[in-house]
């Protein structure tokens, strides 16, 4: 196409302008539904290419795709109607956890121009999990001399939803000799409160058999169970107390194995074996504290076992208990809560998807070349990562989306003067020392006819014999 721009002095500007346009259309489209989890198979989500601008009758022939990054084919697109629909089932507490934000990030492109969009889809949770306890059955020794107003504590349930969802009530079996404690736990931990309210007489009562019933927030409601047997025995005037009932420790995720993280000092007012005291994890003990702690059974340190990872776990919650040796065992009790703080350990990752190559050396100035999307797995300013070019290339990165970016063309090419180029995206994060990560793109520059044919002189001189 030849373009004269003789005698039309608004001419430049406005092909300038539809550039611009151009350019801001290919990483603009933003667009956010919801649905629920478990949405049986065809439940429709939102009307996608009418709500992107696009005509149905151009889906098929401009090579209409959705990409959903580790996320399979939970959604799809009816390209006869542009319909968003749920296309496999859809656990939310699979995708996220106990995460409160959930959705499903599309990428949606299309080609003839190259086009790209943006769409969220949030999962909204639905009470399809009921509480769980740890155990069916709690067993619990008390000794008949304990006073009125001792507190054991219990492991509550776990509910796998968020939410209205998964906020817990729990009550036990009218009787007169125990109760949960009704206060609020303000350290959000996942234990509950035994609480003896009369003595005790093993003369009279030797076992106490109640069901502890945890009821979530939903509707309808769905609860859980666990059998609480509890044996008076004979024994023991005092048990082991710990100055705390909550300890707070943080440290690095780069920690040395057996590294100290604390030590422990339960003290016991009784006299010889009565006095002497073993630390424990409290059981049932999560095969995520084992994996990464140890305690010592006579001094009450507690050590790292093996490697910590933050992003794995940020936070560990460590039941531990403190027994004596008496005749009749007696136990207190306390939880640590181990923060794990991040470091700057992974280095951002660079994906580079959809290449229109070759390069057109006529092709316009802003023209997409490639999209590129950068990750990182650390938190913070870790994990905030930065994007820029090998210098001196007629190209640039243009942010479309959080983490992604499209590769344009910011000059005029020539073909005849550089017939291709090696461009190195180069993304590095935040953290100190800084860690980054290069992938190169190779742009073929591709020939059109823009030269005439020249002759070596403009004039030659002939002798003719």
Known sequence: MVISWRGRPGACCLLLSLLLLAVWETGSGQVHYSVAEEAKHGTFVGRIAQDLGLELAELVPRLFRVASKGRGDLLEVNLQNGILFVNSRIDREELCGRSLECSIHLEVIVE??????????????????????????????????????????????????????????????????????????????SSLTLVLRKSLDREEIQEHSLLLTA????????????????????????????????????????????????????????????????????????????????????????????????E?????????????????????????????????????????????????????????????????????????????????????????????????LDSSLDRESVSDYTVVVTARDGGSPSLSATASVSVEVADVNDNAPAFAQPEYTVFLL
């Open 112 to 189: 003839r121009p190259l086009q790209v969009f943006h769409v969220e889809v949030e999962v909204k949770d639905i009470n399809d999990n009921p509480p769980v306890f740890p155990e069916s059955k709690k067993r619990i020794i008390i000794a008949e001399t304990r006073p009125p107003d001792t507190r054991f504590p219990l492991d509550g349930a776990s509910d796998a939803d968020i939410g209205v969802n998964s906020a817990l009530t729990y009550r036990i079996d009218p009787n007169d000799y125990f109760a949960l404690d009704p206060q609020n736990n303000r350290e959000q931990t």
């Open 215 to 310: 009821n979530d927030g939903g509707k309808p409601q769905l609860t859980g169970t666990v059998q609480l047997v509890i044996t008076i025995l004979d024994a023991n005037d005092n048990a082991p107390e710990f100055d705390q009932s909550i300890y707070k420790v943080r440290i690095l995720e780069n920690l040395f194995n057996g590294t100290l993280v604390i030590k422990l000092n339960a003290t016991d007012p009784d006299d010889g074996i009565n006095g002497d005291i073993i630390y424990s994890f409290r059981r049932p003990v999560s095969p995520v504290v084992l994996n990464a702690f140890i305690i010592n059974p006579n001094s009450g340190e507690i050590r790292t076992k093996g490697k910590l990872d933050f």
């Open 312 to 408: 794995e776990n940020k936070l560990y919650e460590i039941s531990v208990e403190a027994i004596d040796k008496g005749n009749i065992p007696m136990a207190g009790h306390c939880t640590i809560l181990v923060e794990v703080l991040d470091i700057n350990d992974n280095a951002p990752e660079v994906t580079i998807t959809s290449l229109s190559l070759p390069v057109r050396e006529d092709a316009q100035v802003g023209t997409v070349i490639a999209l590129i999307s950068v990750s990182d797995r650390d938190s913070g300013v870790n994990g905030q990562v930065t994007c820029s070019l090998t210098p001196h290339v007629p190209f640039k990165l243009v942010s479309t989306f959080k983490n992604y970016y499209s590769l344009v």
